[in-house]
């Protein structure tokens, strides 16, 4: 198993553009979830899905948009970047049903705005 | 009342020493306490949880105290290790799956 994958690894935005950061997890889990961090803020949950077809809101989803079409799949997708979105993007997964609540953690996307 | 209060930022102790790390919350509806740690470039990974039934849990040398009355709990690290500098994140929800509230984190340093 590759777990959970994003890409890409590093993206340099201009402001004003648009762009969609990649997770896929490969572990069939029903719980998928987008956090970005910021240095000394810890995550921050931006938009969660409990299935296919059913996501929600975080803490944060202001400029953010995604979608779950299929059970692997989670795109975010930034619409008219801003410098406030720079920050370090992060995926996860968890499976969902009776047992552990543990979140599988992607390796992250860096992203600047500038 | 979604917050978690953690401390302290920064965490500099000798090998072999016990750092203790501390997080406190509001909301009584939690039941789940997991805490993360996390490798400069990488994404954090679970190390220990605890749900609210238990004061203390053990896995190896890392241990979660929990206090259900005064609303906090800590990670102490026994016999500390240069490979254990990290970043460390308590976090808290309610059912598990649903919205995760993570504290701010804090960064250890353990130096030989």
């Known amino acids: 198993n590759a777990g959970v994958t994003q890409t890409p690894k590093f993206r340099i935005l201009k402001i004003g553009q648009s762009m969609t950061l990649q997770c896929t997890q490969d572990?069939?889990?029903?719980?998928m979830y987008w956090y970005r961090q910021d240095p000394g803020m810890g995550l921050k949950l931006i938009y969660y899905?409990?299935?296919?077809?059913?996501?929600d809101k975080g803490e944060v989803p202001n400029g953010y948009n995604v979608s779950r079409s299929t059970t692997e799949d989670f795109p975010l997708r930034l619409e008219l970047a801003a410098p406030s979105q720079t920050s370090v993007y992060f995926c996860?997964?968890?499976?969902?049903?009776?047992?552990?609540?543990?979140?599988?953690f992607g390796p992250g996307t860096r992203l600047t705005v500038t | 009342q979604q917050q978690v209060k953690q401390s302290p930022q920064s965490l500099i102790v000798q090998k072999g020493g016990i750092p203790i790390i501390n997080c406190a919350y509001e909301?009584?509806?939690?039941?789940?306490f997991p805490w993360y740690q996390q490798f400069p470039g990488k994404g954090p990974a679970l190390l220990i949880a605890?749900?609210?039934?238990?004061s203390e849990k053990k896995e190896g040398r890392f241990t979660i105290s929990f206090n259900k009355s005064a609303k906090q709990f800590s990670l102490h690290i026994m016999d500390s290790q240069p490979g254990d500098s990290a970043t460390y994140f308590c976090?808290?929800?309610?059912?598990?799956?649903?919205?995760?509230?993570f504290g701010t984190g804090t960064k250890l340093q353990v130096i030989p």
């Open positions: 996860a997964s968890t499976p969902g049903g009776q047992g552990s609540y543990e979140q599988y």
């Open positions: 572990m069939n889990h029903n719980y």
């Open positions: 899905s409990v299935g296919a077809g059913i996501t």
């Open positions: 909301n009584t509806a939690f039941d789940y």
């Open positions: 605890i749900r609210p039934d238990v």
């Open positions: 976090a808290a929800s309610m059912g598990g799956y649903q919205k995760v509230t």
